[in-house]
């Protein structure tokens, strides 16, 4: 039986990912339904969406210090997130230990445990103790198929439904959004909370957080962006409040916004979340209302920006200066708490109370035939991402097509 895989590498390091990335056409990969035996404590996986985030350009730079652990044609395969649907397993040996989470059988949905997995391929061999299943909360069979003996396993296991793009961000997009706005500074309904880079896919999940503590959002953007989305409503804001630009905010401070003069005035701007750094930090930092929380977990202005603090925030509105870090915020929680906290965000995306931010798909082929084209389309979006271009949308890689798995 051919492979449909489709494998992307890259020939060398480099900070021009577009002139060093290759697809493949791989006709001897995995294949499900195959006999081949899998090594032992393994699982043939199915990607289904791997995003294309900021971590990957930095890895085919060589400045991601978690280095791609598979190659193909002696070439790393980059892509560090996605979702996967096992396909089959070769569990190890059991043991007396417990597992809060349960291995992963065929038909569940996995995420990657940790970096370096090459998700930008579409099938995988890949070890069971480097996935975490995702405990979807409608995971009992719907319908029973019955088995052929052409059956692959996944072809008996029920339809699950979640967005799969949701899904493939839930590491690297929900979970920082929720502990932005659950860790960073304790909300109350009618607080309103600021924010940059808001078209961002963590600043749109960080929108529907905020919601959904009662609370209101102000989006800050670059003109170009709303000029593209067209304000309230476009490009991810649907559960945005007020969007300014960051001219508006620069020359009008809370002014630029009657709405946000009104909460000003009643000293509810209680938390400002920046990823820019830089100018657009610093006039983040000037909506704040006293004893608000400014925090910064990006530098997409560049890592020389710096922010003025000025005698009005700290002397007479005492606004607290944070920083935000991933790894630093999880730390603080067991392996067993992480896990329940990603479980409870899948759950919520399955049951349509979290949406997938507005993401860019790129169709991956099922066979050789539009590999080249496939390759080009994936160069013109690294090479948007590597120049940081005004109004970059993220992308993702559709392996699956459009659509819930």
Not at 84 to 109: I, K, M, S, Y
Not at 355 to 374: K, T, Y
Request: with cysteine; charged share 20%; aromatic share 4%.
């Amino acid at each position: 039986m051919a492979s449909n895989q489709v494998v992307l590498t890259y020939s060398a390091t480099s900070n021009s990912p577009a002139e060093v990335i290759q697809a493949h056409h791989d006709q001897d990969g995995p294949v499900p339904g195959d006999e081949k035996p899998l090594p032992e404590a393994t699982a043939l996986v199915t990607f289904l969406v791997a995003p294309i985030n900021p971590q990957d350009v930095m890895a085919i730079a060589g400045r991601y210090p978690v280095k791609p652990e598979y190659r193909h044609l002696d070439n790393p395969i980059p892509g560090n997130d996605g979702v996967a649907r096992v396909e089959a397993t070769n569990p190890p040996p059991p043991t007396t230990t417990t597992n809060h989470n349960p291995l992963p059988q065929p038909g569940d949905l996995v995420i990657p445990q940790r970096h370096g997995l090459g998700t930008w391929r579409r099938h995988a061999i890949l070890p069971l103790s480097a996935l975490t299943r995702l405990p979807l909360p409608n995971m009992n069979p719907l319908t029973t198929p019955t088995p052929t003996a052409t059956s692959t396993p996944s072809a008996m296991i029920p339809h699950i439904t979640i967005d799969p793009i949701a899904a493939s961000m839930l590491r690297t997009v929900f979970l920082p959004a929720y502990l932005l706005t659950e860790d960073m500074r304790a909300l109350r309904p009618g607080d309103w909370v600021v924010q940059n880079a808001a078209g961002s896919t963590v600043a749109q999940v960080v929108a529907q957080f905020v919601r959904r503590k009662g609370a209101r959002v102000v989006a800050v953007v670059r003109e170009r962006e709303r000029e593209r989305d067209g304000g309230c409503g476009g490009g991810g804001m649907a559960d945005v409040d007020v969007v300014l630009t960051e001219r508006e905010v620069r020359e009008g401070g809370v002014g630029a916004s009657g709405e946000l003069k009104a909460a000003a005035e009643r000293g509810r701007v209680v938390l400002g979340l920046d990823a820019v750094f830089g100018a657009a930090g610093e006039a983040l930092a000037g909506l704040l209302s006293r004893g608000a929380t400014y925090v910064n977990y990006g530098s997409l202005g560049g890592v020389d920006g710096v922010v003025r603090v000025s005698q009005k925030m700290v002397f007479w509105n005492e606004v607290r200066f944070r920083n935000f870090r991933l790894s630093e915020q999880l730390g603080k929680r067991s392996v067993m708490e992480q896990e329940d906290l990603l479980g409870w965000l899948a759950d919520l995306i399955a049951r349509g109370e979290l949406r997938a931010p507005v993401v860019e798909r790129i169709p991956v082929p099922m066979d050789g035939s539009f590999v080249e084209a496939f390759q080009e389309k994936v160069k013109g979006v690294l090479a948007a991402a590597a120049e940081k271009k005004i109004g970059h949308r993220k992308h993702v890689l559709d392996f699956a097509g459009a659509g819930e798995v």
